[in-house]
């Protein structure tokens, strides 16, 4: 099963280093694709500690590796990699709150440490994720250290989840 894009997908092409210092959101009615157009850091500013990406009601997509667009059009070479190391970080690297997450080959979410739930991503329920091949790796949360959900999660293809702790114990 893939994520439901029906939305007209609104790509939106990454290169080099970047740095936010508030939260992306992705509202209902807007399906947008983060695609490298060569190597991509995304990064968590200083002092920045919600959610880096959260998804409300809408779609979000981040691709790295080769990406071409409907139309069979390449707009994507590199890889593209979240990070999000911080201090006194609160939230996840994407929070799903409703809407559909899809991490595609080519993506890393690392680094970020939260005294909230699911480190890399945050999935409520009724919200989806899909998995469809990328990397999470050295996330740290209360519960989740790489995905907290109590929604849909779809994984297909190659995944892979390594070195994400929990802090707590239950």
């Known amino acids: ?3 439901d894009m029906t939305d007209e997908t609104k790509y939106v ?11 992306v959101d992705v509202p209902s009615n807007k399906n947008i694709m983060l695609v490298a157009a060569e190597d991509a850091t995304i990064k968590r500013a200083a002092g920045f500690i919600g959610s880096m990406f959260t998804v409300n009601g809408g779609n979000l997509q981040m691709a790295g590796g080769s990406v071409t667009d409907s139309d069979g059009n390449a707009i994507g070479s590199g890889s ?5 190391t911080g201090d006194g970080v609160t939230g996840s690297i994407v929070e799903v709150a409703s809407g559909n997450y899809a991490l595609i080959d080519g993506t890393t979410l690392t680094g970020n440490t939260t005294t909230g739930n699911g480190g890399a991503v945050n999935n409520a329920a009724g919200a989806n994720v899909y998995l469809q091949n990328g990397t999470i790796t050295a996330n740290s949360a209360a519960a989740g250290g790489a995905i907290y959900s109590e929604g849909t999660v779809n994984i297909q293809g190659t995944l892979s989840v390594t070195g994400n702790t929990v802090t707590n114990s239950f």
């Open 13 to 23: 092409k990454v290169k080099g280093d970047i740095e936010i210092s508030a939260t």
């Open 1 to 3: 099963e893939s994520a």
């Open 80 to 84: 593209l990699t979240v990070d999000g």
